[in-house]
């Protein structure tokens, strides 16, 4: 693969640690991707929701046009062969069900890909009627729409080159790790090998990752498209592993809160100007 197409540039460079700000301490973003050892104590506390209002378009057997993914279900492994054979949805009302909705967000990278987010969603919480080539074009098709999309908008070449290589690798390793009749189904389908020529080691993600936190500022858009595909469950390099082995918790947490430093949340607050009222009962004389 030439230096063109490589989506994170040149290895061995060195993560730095983000600005730090005088209130609060940012991440350390060394800490996101690290080699070894346990993960962070605490949990993810954060989910992702991602609703575009697609609910209104939904088709048979669509539950919610909302997809919300906070950790993964321990039981997903045991129920993995039941929900293969459970009878699904056709794949084609699943794949069109979103011809028509637009997505508008303040993150042109977010918005540009929320087609295909939403996808890989549905594809991990519906039961469909799978065909691997059906979908690897329509896969291939969306990435195409959203590299077009990237030009369109001007996100400079380099966030749009690694955005397309995360939704890239995202897809083969959620796709590829749903039951398939065939462990391999979708192995012939790569979108990493189909648009970059690489064989997909669920590495590149993270690497790609450690370049942005070293400058997470310059790179926002960018890093919560990254954190989406986490959050919708992309493991990559760390899917299978043992827990005391795996630091994808820490992972997802740091990016968050790194997306947090640079950006608050709105108050939780409904109304935050709400005054309460005294309620004054009878008195008795």
């Known amino acids: 693969m030439s230096s063109k197409d490589d989506p994170f540039g040149p290895a ?32 993810v506390k954060d989910s992702t929701v991602f609703d575009p ?15 919300i993914y906070q950790a993964a279900d321990p039981g997903a492994a045991a ?11 056709q794949q084609d009302i699943l794949l069109h069900a979103t011809d028509n909705v637009r997505y508008c967000a303040a993150n042109q990278i977010l918005a540009a ?8 969603g549905q594809l991990r919480l519906m039961a469909v ?5 059906q ?34 690798e995202t897809a083969d390793d959620l796709i590829g790790n749903l039951p398939w ?3 391999d189904a979708w192995a012939q389908h790569s979108m990493l090998s189909q648009f970059f020529r690489v064989v997909p080691t669920g590495s590149g993600f993270y690497q790609a990752l450690n370049k942005i936190l070293a400058a997470p500022e310059a790179h926002y858009d960018l890093l919560e498209l990254m954190h989406a595909c986490l959050s919708l469950g992309f493991e990559g390099q760390y899917r299978g592993l043992a827990r ?6 820490r992972v997802r947490r740091d990016v968050y809160e790194t997306l947090r430093y640079f950006r608050a949340r709105a108050d939780d607050d409904i109304s935050p100007h709400w005054q309460s009222l005294a309620v004054s009962g009878p008195t008795s004389s």
């Open 244 to 249: 005391e082995d795996n630091n994808l918790e």
């Open 53 to 67: 209002g697609v609910g209104r378009h939904a088709p048979p057997g669509w539950t919610s046009g909302t997809v």
């Open 181 to 183: 009749p065939q462990t």
């Open 79 to 89: 129920t993995a062969g039941s929900v293969a054979a459970a009878p699904g949805i």
């Open 129 to 133: 009627e799978r065909q691997a080539e």
């Open 113 to 120: 890909a929320a087609p295909l987010l939403m996808l890989f």
């Open 12 to 43: 061995g460079k060195t993560v730095i640690r983000a600005p730090r700000r005088a209130e609060k301490s940012a991440p350390d973003p060394q800490a996101a991707v690290p080699d070894g050892g346990r993960p962070g104590p605490s949990p």
């Open 135 to 168: 979908l690897a074009e329509h896969v291939a098709e969306a990435i195409e729409k959203f590299d077009r999309s990237m030009e369109k908008a001007g996100v400079p070449e380099e966030d749009a080159r690694i955005a397309k290589f995360a939704l890239c």
